[in-house]
């Protein structure tokens, strides 16, 4: 039987130094909302994906750890905010991604958008990666995240379609393809990422990476669900290494060209270097 993976304590300097900038800032990361387990490594690269539009999200995902509740209106001086920490911390890549917002018509792109704009201002080479929601796919939210000019867009497909109303309620697989499938059009770098635990056949992931492929994804993250707390989805099982490579193998075959694949790979996991 394959143990659950463990990972190194994060030193206490490591995570004060970043943590540091982000309090001065008042900027959110997924790595903490989240309980990311590479929060210690990436933070000693001097990296971070900022979480923009507060940290209360609109819908109930069974993994996710980020909490569930009514969010406060969009903070209009947080563009800035992201801009100076992203400065500070001297990035040369920066993920940007939101809680689902709902309750905002346009499903908060235009904040994207002025977050995106902000950080251009201040360094124009920097390499911005866009993690997005759904938008509920409205063609004009999804223009305005376009039109900032991001170097890639990003939206997660998350798991197989049979499990996305389980365990994404408020979420749906065909949504998510014709979304990405969208930002692909647009010549934009286009990204995926999916997690695997959650009870999927192996058969049903090559069913997915082929919906992926056909809908124009260049690159994808695959790795293992940890879950974040005993009221979460249980994991239905952990993947080997070896495993991993297999489903590597698989998405290259169905037609993907640029995969990061392992246990401890998360969405934003080393997204400079895919």
């Known amino acids: 039987m394959y143990l659950k993976p463990k990972v190194k304590a994060p030193a206490p300097e490591v995570i004060q130094k970043t943590a540091a900038i982000l309090r001065r800032n008042n900027a959110n990361t997924i790595c903490l909302e989240s309980k990311c387990p590479n929060i210690a490594e990436c933070f000693d690269r001097g990296t971070a ?31 800035e905010r992201i801009a100076r920490a992203v400065e500070q911390l001297k990035l040369n890549y920066v993920v940007i991604t939101s809680v689902d917002r709902d309750d905002l018509k346009d499903g908060g792109a235009s904040h994207f958008a002025a977050v995106c704009s902000a950080i251009q201002r201040t360094n124009p080479r920097i390499k911005i990666e866009l993690l997005t929601p759904d938008f509920r796919a409205q063609r004009g939210a999804l223009n305005k995240v376009i039109a900032a000019k991001p170097y890639k867009l990003a939206h997660n497909i998350e798991t197989i379609q049979r499990l996305t109303p389980l365990v994404m309620p408020g979420c749906d697989y065909e949504r998510s393809l014709d979304i990405l499938a969208y930002y692909a059009k647009s010549t934009i770098l286009t990204k995926s990422s999916i997690m695997v635990g959650l009870g999927e056949t192996k058969a049903e992931l090559e069913v997915t990476f082929k919906d992926l492929a ?41 037609g993907i060209p640029h995969i990061l694949c392992g246990v401890l790979v998360r969405s934003s996991y080393y997204a400079d270097t895919l």
């Open 214 to 254: 056909k809908a124009g994804v260049q690159q994808l993250t695959i790795g293992q669900y940890l879950r974040p707390s005993p009221a979460h989805w249980p994991v239905h099982r952990y993947y080997r290494p070896d495993e991993f490579e297999e489903l590597k193998l698989a998405a290259q075959k169905a």
């Open 49 to 79: 994906t900022f979480l923009i539009l507060g940290t209360q999200c609109t819908r109930r995902c069974a993994f996710c750890n980020v909490a569930h509740a009514k969010p406060a209106p969009p903070d209009l001086s947080e563009p």
